[in-house]
């Protein structure tokens, strides 16, 4: 069954810090990663995305992801964090076959001043 | 503005009340999802549509029902209403099949309370 796992259910960091969250995926076939992110009362909005090629794809506000395909995995990641990072962070996975995109169980990041 | 639209904002129902949570969208996609948010469970599919008339099952499918006879519409229907409904509902859309080109466009969310 296709899955999504994200290990980091709750990360507290202070500005400046850097971050990484994991996400593994179970997906048959070709598969396609995504990192959404969900600021607090808003609604989810694309980070970045990964189909081919370059296995370290680069997104908005200084987020990046490297997709390793030997560990199923597509961790983000950030240098330098602040405070208005602070929001939910959501890994899915989707294939352009089906049609269906499966979402991680999130991971809430709270930025200390 | 272009977008997904979700209707209503909030809802309260009892237990075993039937009731329709509407999405539209203005940007003709082709593909339309329903997810439910529940706290530490992440989003969950619930019924996605690959196009008017063709629809299939997610994740989390039972209780829940839906039809596409337009590409601007997907509506979910929840049939007999249980407390285990009780989430925030999302309903999103692309033009490629999940989102592989520019990601899905969120709408703003139903939060359904079920008493």
């Known amino acids: 069954a296709q899955s999504v796992s994200q290990h980091n259910h709750h990360v507290i960091l202070s500005e400046a810090a850097s971050l990484e969250l994991g996400c593994n995926y179970s997906y048959g076939g070709t598969v396609n990663l995504f990192w959404y992110v969900q600021y607090p009362g808003q609604h989810l909005q694309l980070l970045l995305k990964y189909f081919s090629g370059d296995p370290l794809v680069k997104g908005i506000k200084g987020f990046e992801a490297e997709f390793i395909k030997s560990k199923f995995s597509f961790n983000l990641r950030k240098p330098s964090v602040q405070w208005s990072d602070t929001a939910e962070y959501f890994c899915?996975?989707?294939?352009?076959?089906?049609?269906?995109?499966?979402f991680g169980q999130g991971t809430t990041l709270q930025v200390k001043p | 503005n272009a977008g997904v639209t979700q209707t209503p904002k909030f809802q309260v129902l009892k237990t075993g009340q039937s009731m329709t949570l509407q999405c539209a969208q203005d940007?003709?996609?082709?593909?339309m999802s329903w997810y439910r948010q529940d706290p530490g469970m992440g989003l969950r599919l619930i019924h996605y549509?690959?196009?008017?008339?063709?629809?299939d099952q997610g994740e989390v499918p039972n209780g829940y029902n839906v039809s596409r006879s337009t590409t601007e519409d997907f509506p979910l229907r929840l049939l007999s209403a249980a407390p285990s409904q009780t989430s925030v509902y999302f309903c999103?859309?692309?033009?490629?099949?999940?989102?592989?080109?520019?990601?899905?466009?969120f709408g703003s969310g139903t939060r359904l309370t079920v008493v």
């Open positions: 940007m003709n996609h082709e593909y």
């Open positions: 999103a859309s692309s033009s490629r099949p999940a989102g592989v080109d520019y990601g899905y466009t």
């Open positions: 899915a996975a989707g294939s352009g076959n089906t049609g269906k995109l499966i």
């Open positions: 549509s690959v196009g008017a008339g063709i629809t």
